[in-house]
Structure formats: structure tokens, C-alpha cells
């Protein structure tokens, strides 16, 4: 009986490995089919496309940013306070200057003594501006610009160099009205006149101004 087992067990397992063997051989036999239907429709598409090249690729183009210029806000706030602090040459000072002979002039709200103070020196001159040989227009532009120039550093006295018009037409001190009409028209000035004969005399005018 024992021996009866054991031959059917072995025709069993027989049985069994040769299942295994034809599936295999089946499998194998589908993974060529598709291996070689692969194959085939390669072959038919290279011979529909035919011979190809790469394309050419043209160098890439990197465009450079437009900047857009910025706006210049300095610059329109530096001339709309030149505008605002244009000098007239319309301006007639005569009225507010002392009928003394150094035709002085004082700010409203500003005591005469100032003035005494400015003749004798009490505050000492810190930068002067020469006018000498400047033509209407450049002397009146070098005026704005220097005084300008002293509010920015702090400075009270400076003295004003006008001179006596022995060099022009008709021995006339054309600019000796013209800096004083320019001077009143400023805010930062208060105070002005003419300077000792030390410190030029009638050719200049000693300024005081805004601290």
C-alpha cells in the first residue's frame, strides 16, 4: 500500500513539473512574439520617417532689461526752490533802507542795534563773495548760490564785495543798488551795511544772517 503512494505521488509531482515547464514555454513563447511585433513596427516607422537629423538650435536670446530712467526728484525740488527763490531786478528797496549815508537795512522785528553792531564789528565775518567784473545776470546767480552756500554751513556774517563802479560805463556802481534790492528780497538776511573802510567801504556791504 505503501509503495502504491509513493508511485502516485511521484506521478503527481511528475505531472506538476510539467505544467510548470509548458507555461513556461508558453510565456516565453508570447514574451518573442511581442518582442518580435515590436521590432517590426520600429522597422515600419523608420521606414516612414527615413533618415533624420537633429534640428539646429539657434543660440538663445537673453534680451537685456530696458531700465527705465528714474525720475529726477532732487533735481525738479532744486530748481523749483531756485524758482521760489529767483531774484527780481523790479525791486525797489530804497523805501526800506535808512536814510543814513550807509543806506543800512534791517528785517521787521529786528532791533536797530543790530545794525550798530554789524558797524563795529561784533560778529566776525565768516565768508565773503567778490562780485568785481560779474555781469547783472552772474552776479545776482552767484549771490543766490552763496548765500545758499552759508545757510547750509551755518554761517551768520559774510561780507559782499560790490564795488564802486569806477570800472564801468559811466563810473555808475550799477550793482552797489542792485545786490542791496537783492539782498532785502532774501528771508534769510537780516540785516545789512555798508562796510567799515577796513572791510571795503562803500564797495561792500557787511550781511547778517538767519542763524
Not at 552767484?142 to 561780507?159: A, H, I, P, Y
Amino acid at each position: 500500500m505503501s509503495s502504491f503512494k509513493s508511485l502516485a505521488d511521484l506521478k503527481s509531482l511528475s505531472q506538476q513539473l510539467k505544467q510548470q515547464e509548458e507555461s513556461r514555454q508558453r510565456a516565453d513563447a508570447i514574451r518573442l512574439e511581442q518582442e518580435k511585433k515590436a521590432k517590426e513596427e520600429a522597422n515600419i516607422f523608420r521606414s516612414s520617417v527615413g533618415t533624420i537629423a537633429p534640428l539646429k538650435i539657434a543660440a538663445k536670446h537673453s534680451p537685456i532689461p530696458t531700465r527705465i530712467a528714474p525720475l529726477p526728484f532732487q533735481h525738479l525740488a532744486d530748481e523749483q526752490a531756485a524758482l521760489q527763490e529767483s531774484l527780481s531786478d523790479e525791486f525797489d528797496a530804497d523805501s526800506l533802507l535808512e536814510t543814513d549815508e550807509n543806506l543800512s537795512y534791517t528785517r521787521a522785528g529786528v532791533g536797530q542795534d543790530v545794525v550798530r553792531k554789524l558797524r563795529k564789528g561784533h560778529w566776525a565775518i565768516q565768508a565773503q563773495l567778490d562780485l568785481h567784473g560779474l555781469r547783472r545776470d552772474e552776479a545776482r546767480d552767484s549771490l543766490g548760490e552763496f548765500l545758499r552756500k552759508c545757510m547750509r554751513n551755518g554761517t551768520r556774517c559774510v561780507r559782499i564785495i560790490h564795488g564802486k563802479g569806477l570800472g564801468s560805463i559811466n563810473k555808475e556802481p550799477v550793482l552797489k543798488q542792485k545786490v542791496r534790492n537783492w539782498l532785502i528780497q532774501k528771508d534769510e538776511v537780516l540785516a545789512f551795511s555798508q562796510a567799515t573802510a577796513a572791510d571795503g567801504g562803500s564797495g561792500a556791504l557787511i550781511v547778517l544772517l538767519k542763524a
